[in-house]
């Protein structure tokens, strides 16, 4: 039991800019459940990523011994021959192939060349009975919730004989019942000697299970800590996490809230392809000045509910009013939705903010070459002029605005986003996790801009699963839970547990109440 | 910077935009000294204009077809069509050459509608839209022209790709007016160059040092005025050559200078991210289209009053030799990398090639397989640069 499975030491990691691990120790016992606490961007999922091989050996500094034998990943694939698997925040499942596909994908189970569709289908009926899921191999991954597409993830991990696996926040996206069966899966699993790394943000659910705890800031390990000890307490291990004073982590402000600006009323989003509303009649307003926040957990309708109103950019059958100064505006097209004075920071910069094969300078000036052009000519020197403008002013650190955006870092790109948006002028913003993935310096820093949003009149709306965040910035915080807004609280009334338990309110449950 | 440093941190920076400059040069050299300079000889220089004009039109066309993340397969055959259109105006029903003109150049726009409205509108992948097109727009030729070949047509619409200026402003035997055009376009570049030169210094944007900067302008001065001398002292200034340098300064200006240009750019980076910058991305993905049929138009045009007259078979290929150009001069297969000129310097290499080939009695079934390799080469040589581009990051 006490035998070490895995050392990782000395472990350093760069990207462009940032230095996302520091000389990183991390010791794991065979047969234990390890926990790994740290706030969202201070490296444990870089430092699974070295683990798991998606950062090939030689893109870092230092060791991997698993059973003292030093390890050198160029791929997953090399890392799951030693029994090393790891399962995503975001599920990497196929939605069109049946459960029993997904499982062996990449693995498949052949004779003689050709996949064994009976053996196949039977294992995997085996898999999914160890971990407690009663479905049919061959139903379609797309048709299952988020909670059963969980358990195929590690159905399919336990298919590859694993040993230690890890789970990048494994319940982030769960209710409370899935949640619990999950934690239940997992001492199942310690029981029959697989190791088990967990990133978790939920503390109850760490101190429930977890028999060690690794604590991670700022890309250093601040300490390793056992479980069974009386003094490791949800308390010591956020005092660790933080190490800091809560109050320096945002800045300071002092809010002037104006007149309503935005308001949104009866919003109801269709799924694109699926027959299921996604928002169901959310209504919440913005004033000048204010800084509200929408908190949810993954998968309530959070970014659909965003897009949706940004000049309908997701579903189908959107119905509900949009009101701006009291009037009703159509938001058919995003073009209107900027004109009208709407913009829209994307959770997923590099997917849907930033084009990044591309230089600052068009990125930042690409929602507002109308200011900068005359009847289609763009003026080159003032389009110059204003990205150099936001270099300075966003404290974009590089050195011409002629850089390449895939070559910034996090916070960098997330600034060229910021400045994008700012060209356009407008009076709402809707900031969606503006601080994803984003190093501590950086986030107040972003913080600090969102403030001056705010103090210039502007209505700023921030989306993020983090609670911390939301509760550092807003001055009033509206809860998600499923596509219905179940909740609304001054900022200076929200805790962390009040949020949650907003935020878990599901559909029957309320309308039980 | 000291200009030896400068000019190896442009080759090595810029591989991938320079790459394409020295490879072109290697081709003009390696084939004048195969042909024993066959190829820079005056008549021979008019030729490689008149033959290769209608690719490099097409590549114009093409090039922002690319960037923009699609592909047209569909332009020969649209070639053919227009220009068939145009010998049956012309040639059966006796119209004046102009009307000709006219008529394939209001085809190609009704091509180019078709295909917009098909891939912006209704959401089909270029390719296979594109593909539709190719047998669609070859047998409405066939239709058109009954499955026979029309010819000739009237001296004056020959003139459109076969006609020359020359003696405009007399010489002796070496035509002033196309040495006072070169001479006037050396100019323009040379004050172009610094005018842009001097707007970056304003705003502190990084430049070359003078020392290349010179460089580069008498460079570009000696290749014109070189190519203006044998020209004058052969036809003249070709009519198809001031067609084909107004078309590129045009499709220069809209691609790095107008709204539209950088939204081409911006949907062939990144789709979403574009549609959420307001890009009406439909809008423009139908008018990139409209544009590669009006050029489509253009060469149909051209190469109708070069072969004089209309063929079934016309245009055949013409897709791959501009497809081929782009590729080849630098733009990305998965769209948001490309340059007009780099497309032009491709379609130039290409021309070269075949054209140098041609001279030395080189078959057919060998200039194919040279020209697949160079463009599979040109390819490999993009890809090795973005991954070793990725690897310094």
């Known amino acids: 039991m006490s035998s070490t499975i895995l050392e990782m030491q000395g472990i350093t990691k760069n990207f462009p800019g940032v230095k996302v691990l520091k000389d990183v120790n991390l010791a794991v016992r065979s047969g234990e459940i390890h926990a790994i606490c740290g706030e969202n961007g201070a490296g444990k999922s870089t430092l699974m990523k070295v683990l798991s091989g998606v950062y090939p050996h030689g893109s870092y500094e230092g060791k991997i011994l698993l059973d003292d034998r030093e390890m050198r990943f160029s791929s997953i694939k090399d890392s799951e021959a030693e029994g090393v698997v790891i399962i995503h925040q975001e599920l990497a499942l196929v939605p069109h192939l049946s459960v029993a596909e997904n499982i062996f994908l990449g693995n498949e189970v052949t004779s003689g060349g050709l996949i064994d569709w009976h053996k196949a289908n039977a294992q995997a009926a085996t898999l999914l009975e160890r971990v407690g899921l009663h479905e049919n191999p061959v139903t379609l991954v797309g048709h299952l919730g988020v909670g059963k597409q969980q358990l195929i993830e590690i159905a399919k991990a336990l298919s590859k004989d694993v040993r230690l696996l890890i789970l990048d926040e494994p319940t982030a996206a769960l209710n409370d019942t899935d949640s619990e069966h999950l934690l239940d899966l997992l001492r199942q699993l310690r029981s029959q000697g697989i190791t088990c790394i967990i990133i978790s943000h939920k503390l109850g659910e760490i101190e429930n299970i977890a028999d060690s705890t690794t604590i991670i800031r700022d890309g250093i390990v601040v300490e390793t800590i056992d479980m069974a000890d009386p003094g490791s307490t949800q308390d010591r291990i956020i005092r660790g996490m933080v190490g800091r004073d809560l109050e320096h982590r945002f800045p300071e402000r002092t809010p002037k809230i104006g007149a309503e600006v935005f308001r949104v009323e009866n919003w109801t989003v269709h799924h694109p392809t699926q027959p299921r509303t996604v928002v169901e009649n959310a209504s919440f307003g913005v004033n000048a000045g204010e800084i509200v926040g929408i908190a949810g957990l993954m998968g309530a309708g959070r970014t659909e509910l965003a897009m949706s109103i940004f000049g309908r950019s997701y579903g189908r059958d959107i119905s509900g009013t949009a009101y701006l100064r009291g009037a009703p505006v159509p938001l058919r097209t995003v073009d209107e939705a900027i004109a009208a004075g709407l913009a829209y920071v994307s959770e997923d910069r590099k997917r849907y903010g930033l084009n990044l094969i591309q230089d600052i300078r068009t990125n930042v000036t690409a929602s507002g070459l109308g200011r900068i052009s005359k009847r289609g000519w763009i003026n080159g020197n003032e389009e110059i002029e204003v990205a150099e403008g936001y270099r300075r002013s966003m404290n974009i650190k590089t050195p011409t605005v002629m850089q390449i955006v895939g070559n910034l870092s996090g916070g960098n790109q997330q600034k060229v986003v910021l400045s994008k948006w700012l060209h356009t002028a407008p009076e709402v913003l809707i900031l969606d996790e503006p601080t994803r993935g984003i190093d501590v310096g950086a986030k107040y820093e972003i913080y600090t801009i969102i403030n001056q949003l705010a103090d210039a009149g502007k209505a700023v709306v921030v989306i993020s699963s983090e609670l911390p965040e939301l509760l550092g910035i807003c001055d009033r915080i509206y809860t998600l839970a499923y596509g219905r807004m179940t909740g609304q609280l001054p900022a200076s009334d929200a805790t962390q547990e009040r949020l949650m338990e907003l935020m878990t309110i599901e559909k029957t449950k309320e309308a039980v109440r | ?393």
Not at chain 2, 179 to 191: D, K, M, P, R, S
């Open chain 2, 1 to 393: 910077m000291s200009a030896v440093a400068d000019l190896k941190d442009l080759f090595t920076r810029n591989l991938r935009t320079s790459g394409i400059y020295i490879a072109f040069v290697a081709i003009v050299l390696l084939f004048t000294w195969l042909t024993d300079g066959m190829l820079l000889q005056p008549t021979n220089l008019t030729n490689l204009v008149l033959q290769f004009s209608y690719v490099l039109i097409l590549a114009l066309g093409m090039i922002i077809v690319i960037i923009a993340g699609h592909i047209d397969l569909s332009v020969g055959s649209v070639v053919a069509l227009t220009g068939a259109v145009s010998a049956v105006v012309v040639i059966r029903h006796g119209a004046p050459w102009w009307v000709g003109i006219l008529a394939a150049l209001a085809v190609g726009l009704l091509v180019g509608a078709w295909h917009g409205f098909w891939v912006a509108y209704v959401g089909i992948p270029a390719f296979i839209v594109t593909l539709a097109g190719m047998l669609l727009f070859r047998g409405l030729t066939l239709r058109v022209l009954n499955n026979v070949s029309l010819s000739p047509f009237p001296r004056e619409y020959q003139q459109v790709a076969g006609g020359f200026i020359n003696g405009l402003l007399g010489g002796n035997g070496y035509d002033v007016f196309t040495l006072v055009i070169g001479a006037v376009a050396v100019v323009a570049f040379a004050y172009s160059q610094w005018r842009s030169r001097a707007a970056r210094l304003a705003y502190k944007q990084p430049v070359e040092s003078m020392g290349l900067f010179v460089a580069k302008i008498v460079a570009v001065a000696i290749v014109v005025m070189a190519f203006a001398w044998q020209l004058a002292h052969s036809r003249g200034l070709p009519i198809v050559l001031i067609i084909l340098a107004v078309l590129i300064l045009t499709y220069q200006v809209v691609t790095t200078r107008t709204v539209f240009g950088r939204h081409v750019y911006a949907i062939g980076g990144n789709l979403p991210a574009a549609q959420l910058s307001g890009v009406k991305v439909k809008k423009v993905n139908f008018w990139i289209f409209i544009n590669m049929g009006l050029l489509s138009g253009v060469a149909g045009a051209v190469f109708s009053s070069r072969s004089n007259g209309a063929q079934p078979g016309a245009g055949n290929m013409f897709e791959l030799d501009a497809i081929a150009a782009c590729f080849i001069g630098g733009a990305s297969t998965t769209g948001g990398v490309g340059r007009v000129t780099g497309a032009m310097v491709g379609g130039l290499v290409m021309a070269v090639m075949s054209n140098g080939m041609q001279l030395m009695g080189v078959p057919q079934s060998t200039q194919q397989i040279i020209k697949g390799l160079v463009l599979l080469v040109a390819v490999a040589f993009d890809i090795y640069n973005k991954r070793r581009a990725g690897a310094v990051r």
